[in-house]
């Protein structure tokens, strides 16, 4: 039962990561239909999005790891714990956690689809190929019912609450 539970409640964590991107693509394609925006460089639209989406929304998500929960390990009524003491885990290692947990696949994906855009379809089956393999460790550790590697290189641990 934890290991749905885990599952879903990463699943509300990555929802709760694109909400923000959806409205903002909803937002700027609504400006768009009023009058036509200046086209930003590809460079400059894949910074971008990494340090003004990806970066923060991560750093969000970390704090509320450290404050008892990302929402859905609240949703699922499970909590994230240091592992050495149990206690919640320090805000520099919810972050840790969440850049590799969430954060890394997502720019590996945003990247590949840029690539793919570029027609560099070596370099975007390459990135692609990395999101999946993290994701897919995430997810065979869950199924599992084991830690992931974010939970070991961040020394922390998911329990129920």
Same mark, same amino acid.
């Given at each position: 039962?934890? *290991?749905?539970?885990?599952?879903?409640?990463?699943?509300?964590?990555?929802?709760?990561?694109?909400?923000?991107? $959806?409205?903002?693509?909803?937002?700027?394609?609504?400006?768009?239909r009023r009058r036509p925006l200046p086209q930003p460089s590809a460079t400059k639209v894949? %910074?971008? %999005?990494? %340090?003004?989406?990806?970066?923060?929304?991560?750093?969000?998500?970390?704090?509320?790891?450290?404050? $008892?929960?990302?929402?859905?390990?609240?949703?699922?009524?499970?909590?994230?714990?240091?592992? *050495?003491?149990?206690?919640?885990?320090?805000?520099?290692?919810?972050?840790?956690?969440?850049?590799?947990?969430?954060?890394?696949?997502?720019?590996?994906?945003?990247?590949?689809?840029?690539?793919?855009?570029?027609?560099?379809?070596?370099? $975007?089956?390459?990135?692609?190929?990395?999101?999946?393999?993290?994701?897919?460790?995430?997810?065979?550790?869950?199924?599992?019912?084991?830690? *992931?590697?974010?939970?070991?290189?961040?020394?922390?641990? %998911?329990?129920?609450?």
């Amino acid at each position: 039962m934890l *290991t749905a539970r885990r599952g879903l409640a990463t699943a509300i964590d990555y929802a709760a990561m694109a909400a923000p991107l $959806g409205l903002l693509a909803a937002l700027t394609a609504l400006r768009y239909r009023r009058r036509p925006l200046p086209q930003p460089s590809a460079t400059k639209v894949r %910074v971008l %999005v990494a %340090v003004g989406l990806t970066m923060p929304l991560s750093a969000v998500l970390a704090a509320t790891e450290a404050a $008892g929960g990302s929402p859905g390990k609240r949703a699922m009524g499970l909590t994230l714990r240091d592992d *050495t003491n149990a206690e919640p885990p320090s805000y520099s290692q919810a972050l840790t956690r969440s850049l590799l947990k969430t954060a890394l696949p997502w720019e590996l994906g945003h990247q590949a689809v840029w690539e793919f855009r570029a027609d560099n379809t070596r370099r $975007g089956t390459v990135l692609a190929a990395g999101a999946y393999l993290a994701l897919g460790l995430q997810a065979a550790a869950i199924v599992r019912g084991r830690r *992931t590697y974010p939970d070991h290189v961040a020394r922390t641990r %998911v329990t129920s609450a």
